[in-house]
């Protein structure tokens, strides 16, 4: 069946994340396709970004789609006192799906709700980044050939990383052995989240102590941009940084993912360790986004 709206990882059942691997493998290496030639896909990115919207684009334009769009809210007529509802309403008389960026939370869901094309989530908020756990799902998926199984240290920002959310919620739909949730006291995951997953979690400060256990480490920044206190940031914003010293004690063939942007949670001296696999894991995200939009626009013999 055609997915409709992505605005959270529980919208994609398992076998959903297994098509769409199987298809971004397809994807891999296509210079130009034309399957989505006629259709127009909006970015409509109110907050920045660069990999998500360059990545959106690129897989747009591989796919034969036309793209239109903005990178910033002050671009747009929401800077004339236009609402957010107008904005989509508009944006659907242009194009067949529209991928959107939000400061706030529920932004996608909230234009989803008024929008008769789909609606692509690219972050909202502190809230999900559901493409963005798709990438970090195939990633796993490709290195070590499966997903169920594995014991996850997710390290950082547990509070206000919405990638974070997205990919506890999508782990729900695998078989993780266990999941480290490694943090300070003040950036724990937050107890709605917690409250949804069907696996066993731990919740620690101290990295050293779980390391030795873990087959993908993924890495968080610190959101500054989510504290509503600058105070509060300065207490927190470098609670961890992964160097050799850490990595030396990770299992030899334990996976270090993070979504990136990276600012000084990893040392650029992990970059050239085997098991970084950050680059690889950005690079993943144009197949990944060519299926994904597949799946939502692509022709159908049932359409
Ligand atoms: N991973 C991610 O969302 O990066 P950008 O903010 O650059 O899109």
């Not at 094309?117 to 799902?137: S, V, W």
């Not at 919740?203 to 256990?213: C, H, K, M, R, S």
């Not at 600058?230 to 914003?237: D, F, I, M, N």
Request: net charge neutral; charged share 30%.
């Amino acid at each position: 069946m055609r997915l409709r709206h992505v605005v959270s990882s529980l919208d994609l059942t398992r076998d959903d994340y297994f098509r769409i691997f199987e298809l971004a493998d397809k994807f891999s290496n296509v210079k130009k396709l034309n399957y989505l030639s006629g259709k127009v896909v909006s970015l409509a990115f109110f907050e920045p970004s660069t990999r998500t919207a360059q990545s959106f684009h690129t897989a747009a334009i591989k796919l034969g789609a036309d793209v239109i769009g903005f990178a910033s809210e002050e671009s747009t007529s929401i800077a004339k006192g236009e609402n957010l509802a107008d904005t989509i309403r508009m944006l659907n008389n242009y194009s067949n799906c529209i991928v959107m960026r939000h400061k706030f939370d529920g932004a996608a869901l909230f234009a989803s709700e008024i929008s008769d094309i789909p609606i692509i989530n690219a972050g909202d908020g502190k809230h999900e980044h559901p493409t963005q756990a798709l990438i970090d799902l195939y990633t796993i998926y490709k290195v070590f050939g499966e997903i169920d199984g594995r014991t996850f240290g997710l390290l950082g920002d547990l509070k206000y990383a919405r990638t974070v959310n997205s990919l506890l919620r999508a782990l729900t739909r695998f078989k993780p052995k266990k999941v480290f949730l490694i943090s300070p006291s003040q950036l724990k995951v937050r107890r709605e989240i917690l409250d949804g997953l069907n696996y066993p979690v731990i919740e620690t400060e101290n990295p050293y102590d779980v390391i030795q256990d873990i087959d993908v480490l993924y890495v968080t920044r610190i959101q500054k941009e989510r504290f509503v206190d600058e105070v509060e940031y300065e207490k927190v914003k470098e609670s961890y940084v992964v160097d050799l010293k850490l990595v030396n004690m990770m299992k030899k063939d334990g996976i270090i993912l993070h979504p990136l942007p990276r600012v000084t949670e990893i040392d650029r001296k992990v970059d050239k360790t085997t098991n970084a696999k950050y680059f690889y894991q950005a690079s993943l995200a144009v197949p990944l986004r060519m299926a994904l939009f597949y799946e939502v626009l692509g022709e159908r013999k049932d359409d």
